[in-house]
């Protein structure tokens, strides 16, 4: 169980910045004139790149650096955690839309971007499951806080 956590937290932390320099590199790929051949996947315009990668990162060092007991942190990473969920949920859409136009024109970039949307549905999925384990483990500290009988001796 610890091994699939810390796998889990991996991919959630990681997975973002790995979106971020797939993303780099496909900058100088997308100035080549080539006429309807390089689509990506930030091509999105619902959600700006820099607002994911912000987010992005911004989730990985919570991740690394904040301490599991603070109630605060988690909340806060959380709520990072949904709106990251909401991002790549976008993103996977866009994905396969991607996919299914390269499957009716049967390119030979179809492998690659059924592989990208692969990770991105497991990233998206693996944020889903972090985010609701910082949720109830907030919740679970806040209701072990509920008054209970003290004994006073005079």
């Known amino acids: 169980m610890k091994f699939c956590h810390f796998v889990n937290k991996l991919v959630a ?3 973002g910045v790995i979106l971020v320099l797939y993303e780099s590199s496909q900058f100088y790929e997308n100035y080549i004139p ?3 051949d390089h689509k990506y996947i930030m091509d999105n315009s619902y959600i700006p790149f820099s607002t994911f990668f912000i987010l992005s990162l911004s989730f990985m060092f919570l991740n690394i650096f904040s ?3 603070n109630s605060i942190a988690n909340s806060f990473k959380g709520l990072l955690g949904c709106f990251l969920i909401t991002c790549s949920m976008f993103y996977f859409i866009n994905q396969v839309f991607i ?3 390269y499957a009716n024109e049967e390119s ?3 492998r690659f971007s059924v592989y990208f949307c692969v990770f ?3 990233y998206m999925f693996s944020l889903c499951i972090e985010s609701y384990q910082n949720f109830s483990f907030t919740i679970s500290r806040n209701e072990r806080k509920e008054p209970g009988t003290m004994k006073v001796e005079v």
């Open 99 to 101: 996919c299914s136009e």
């Open 13 to 15: 932390s990681v997975g």
């Open 67 to 69: 301490p599991s007991k």
């Open 108 to 110: 030979s970039k179809l």
């Open 120 to 122: 991105l549905f497991l």
């Open 34 to 36: 080539k006429y309807n």
